[in-house]
């Protein structure tokens, strides 16, 4: 199975990372892809790449709650490190709305610039949408053609799905919210379809059932897998096999 969505570089995890990815591995997990969030994650992320090159990829991009005053700074400061590995993907990118919109124009051109550095670098898009679809979209439309993308941590509606679509080459990351109790993500399963669904967890965040509340490791992701299955009639070696194919596919993993 491939975590397409971990941040195991995190600070969370400084006390027993090693013991945290061996936990992956032993539960089936042989990819991770780590997506950078802004400028200080980008040391701790290579450092992890660096002792397991065998099992992870990673993604170069500033997050959109990292976007402030100083952004195209921050932008430079990124773009400077393309080149220092053979990135899967730009990411974590795009619109953010939840905490605070004051630099709700600012993350729009910051979105703007790296989807032209995917397009230029031939690499897949990971975007992180909170409350801004309508600004994801909007950026979206100002280019002739998209980067394959995956909208990460997907909880949108059908129409969501059908608006993305419409526009491109998309892929959706399932995470642990789709095990919880009340979520809505089950309903648009079948809309998505299994050849477009990534299985991800963003740990640390997003524990699923069982694992709810506790801080979540890419270990979890047979769960997710499970119940991705259930839920579209599939056994769980199909599951993993098709997301694995999918992901292998949208960010060219060998």
């Not at 989807?115 to 031939?122: G, T, Y």
């Not at 994801?136 to 997907?154: A, C, D, E, G």
């Not at 059908?162 to 892929?171: E, I, K, P, V």
């Amino acid at each position: 199975m491939t975590d397409t969505h971990t941040h195991i570089y995190l600070e969370e995890f400084d006390a027993d990372r090693d013991a945290v990815m061996q936990r992956a591995l032993d539960a089936g997990v042989s990819h991770l892809v780590l997506p950078n969030v802004d400028l200080s994650t980008i040391a701790p992320m290579y450092a992890l790449h660096d002792r397991y090159k065998h099992c992870t990829s990673m993604a170069m991009g500033l997050h959109p709650t990292e976007v402030n005053c100083d952004w195209r700074q921050s932008l430079e400061i990124v773009e400077s490190h393309l080149d220092d590995y053979p990135f899967v993907a730009i990411g974590e990118v795009g619109i953010d709305l939840y905490w605070d919109a004051t630099y709700r124009l600012e993350q729009q051109e910051v979105l703007a610039t790296q989807v032209q550095w995917a397009l230029d670098r031939n690499l897949a898009l990971i975007i992180h949408c909170r409350e801004g679809l309508d600004d994801v979209l909007s950026v979206f439309s100002r280019f002739k053609t998209l980067p394959t993308t995956v909208m990460h941590s997907f909880c949108g509606s059908i129409d969501d799905v059908r608006r993305c679509r419409q526009l491109g080459d998309f892929y959706f990351g399932i995470n642990g919210i789709v095990t919880f109790k009340k979520s809505a993500i089950p309903a648009i399963l079948p809309e998505i379809g299994i050849d477009r669904i990534v299985l991800e967890t963003d740990s640390p965040y997003l524990a699923p059932v069982p694992n709810r509340g506790k801080r979540n490791e890419s270990s979890n992701i047979p769960h997710i897998c499970r119940c991705v299955a259930q839920h579209l009639g599939l056994s769980e070696d199909e599951t993993a096999a098709i997301t694995d194919r999918n992901a292998a596919v949208l960010f060219s993993l060998g």
